[in-house]
């Protein structure tokens, strides 16, 4: 170090003194001179003193015009108080560093610009002056503006806007993405993000940052991501390469959109395209079937009155009559010839069960199901005789299927008291494999079937609609832990029915709420 030292002084040089101070001062004069910065010196009135070719490029003044004007002739009329207080803090010895203000340029503009402004001392050390070094930033302030609001911008959007590194680490996170996702950007930066991702679909962000190593760009590229609570949300993301200064690629700027309400959309619409060409299908099989239907009912109806009355072939062809004639009123239906739902009737519902009990009893014992039923003293009610049996017809033939190694189906019927009105309440219980959590708030969909390619989905749907329409409710538990499994499907249907327009058939998304045990 002191060797370093000795060569700086003027000695180690070879050089007289004088001609070292010479030579510094030229060295000094040049840096002065190509410096990009304005260099300029002052008195303590203000005086120009000295003028570099950086101060000329700035302020367009040569120095033979600039050299011996007043400072004023820089700085804005409204500013000139700050040349007081500067000259104030300069004969006080006080130094200012990176004051950023604006000052005016030979044409009148006014710019930006970062001053640092310095005493200049005489040899005893009094203050004579000052060295100002003036930097223009107005590059520097527009670019930092257009920063701002970008980072505005893309902090106030909807979308979620993320940046990532090439190894999918969380780089930035807007207060959209917090909106979407529930996370916080301290919660999510310097993560992965995998984070945000099904296990199931992890393996789409290797291909994504293979594309984006590649330089591509990915656009509305639809995909499930998961938020914090674990829910699902279906977005559309756009994901491109970010680059540094040389083109080469450093990581990704992510996009995000919540599509999840569009995609609801979509397949309501669907849903209500598939239900409307089923129902154009229904008719046309409706309609083909019903002469049919006609002569069957008429068959039996001459073998039943050829049969002795109270022999057990006439009872059996009494309820297949009754059977048919239910399947020719669905027909009927279909077809839009008639509404049984205008022309109710008073009924007992225990005989309406105990008659879809004996239509299954060979299935029942079949399966090994044995049958428990308790029916309170219930008065008649009012309803539509073939859509009731429909109903338990419906829920039972489930049962059934849910217990093909036995069990037990209770079914219970009492009077009940809720906020609508006195009422009917059906209890149909089974001891079978039960309903998954995530199937359970979807077994009232139109089409939707746990049952694979044996079952349509349609018998609940059909059987909420009816219930519905009759102003009761239906409502289904269900557990699939071994030792407790078994489902509980319950119906309320109130003794008054209700007025035309409220018994109107709702939509199939206009469902009442499930209970889960």
């Known amino acids: 170090m002191d060797q370093e030292i000795d060569k700086r002084l003027p000695e180690a040089s070879g050089k007289p003194v004088t001609e070292f101070d010479s030579y510094s001062r030229q060295l000094l004069a040049a840096i002065v001179s190509s410096s990009d910065d304005a260099i300029i010196s002052k008195d303590l009135n203000g005086v120009i003193t000295s003028w570099n070719e950086g101060a000329y490029r700035i302020f367009g003044y040569s ?3 600039i050299i011996g ?46 001053l640092t402004i310095s005493p200049v001392r005489d040899d005893e050390g009094r203050v004579i002056g000052a060295s100002k070094i003036g930097r223009d930033v107005t590059g520097r302030r527009r670019a930092d503006d257009a920063r701002f609001r970008l980072a505005a911008i893309v902090d106030s959007a909807d979308d979620a806007i993320i940046s990532k590194n090439l190894n999918g680490i969380v780089m930035s996170w807007n207060e959209g993405a917090r909106r979407m996702f529930g996370y916080t950007a301290q919660e999510m930066i310097g993560q992965p993000i995998l984070r945000l991702i099904p296990d199931d679909l992890q393996y789409e962000e290797d291909e994504i940052l293979s594309k984006i190593r590649a330089g591509e760009r990915i656009d509305h590229y639809e995909t499930v991501r998961v938020t914090k609570n674990g829910e699902s949300r279906e977005v559309s993301v756009t994901i491109s390469p970010m680059r540094d200064d040389e083109g080469r690629i450093t990581g990704a700027s992510k996009i995000a959109r919540d599509i999840s309400d569009r995609k609801r959309m979509e397949k309501a619409l669907m849903q209500s395209e598939k ?18 239907l006609e002569s069957l009912m008429n068959l039996i109806f001459l073998a039943r009155k050829s049969s002795p009355v109270n022999g057990e072939a006439h009872g059996y062809l009494m309820t297949a009559e009754s059977e048919l004639d239910r399947v020719s009123q669905i027909a009927r239906q279909t077809l839009g010839y ?6 109710p009737s008073e009924v007992h519902l225990h005989e309406l069960i105990e008659g879809v ?6 299935k029942l014992a079949v399966n090994g199901i044995t049958i428990e039923t308790s029916f309170d003293d219930v008065p008649r009610i009012a309803v539509s005789r073939g859509e009731i049996i429909q109903v338990f017809s419906n829920i039972i033939a489930n049962s059934i299927e849910a217990m093909r190694r036995g069990g037990k189906l209770s079914v219970h019927l009492l009077t009940a008291m809720t906020r609508k009105g006195e009422g009917v309440q059906i209890v149909i219980r089974d001891e079978g494999s039960g309903i998954a959590p995530e199937h359970i708030e979807r077994i009232f969909e139109p089409f939707f079937t746990t049952k694979g390619n044996l079952g349509t989905g349609i018998g609940l749907w059909v059987a909420k609609q009816l219930i519905e329409r009759r102003g009761g409710q239906i409502a289904v538990a269900s557990s699939t832990e071994p030792g407790k499994n078994g489902t509980s499907i319950t119906i309320y249907i109130p003794f008054e029915a209700p007025a035309p327009s409220e018994g109107r058939r709702k939509e199939p998304g206009q469902m009442i709420g499930v209970v889960e045990k």
Not at 92 to 111: D, M, P, Q, W, Y
Not at 275 to 292: D, F, K, Q, S, V
Request: charged content about 30%; hydrophobic content about 35%; aromatic content about 6%.
């Open 63 to 65: 120095a033979d015009e």
């Open 69 to 114: 004007q007043s400072i004023f002739r820089l700085i804005p009329e409204d500013l000139h108080y700050e040349e007081i207080e500067i000259l104030k803090k300069l004969r006080a010895g006080e130094r200012i560093s990176h004051h950023e203000t604006v000052r005016v340029r030979k044409n009148g503009e006014r710019f930006e610009i970062s």
């Open 275 to 292: 239900i409307a060409a089923t129902g154009r299908m229904a008719a046309a099989i409706a309609h083909e079937i019903n002469n049919p």
């Open 338 to 343: 008639y509404r049984d739902s205008g022309s």
């Open 357 to 362: 009990l004996v239509v299954y009893q060979t």
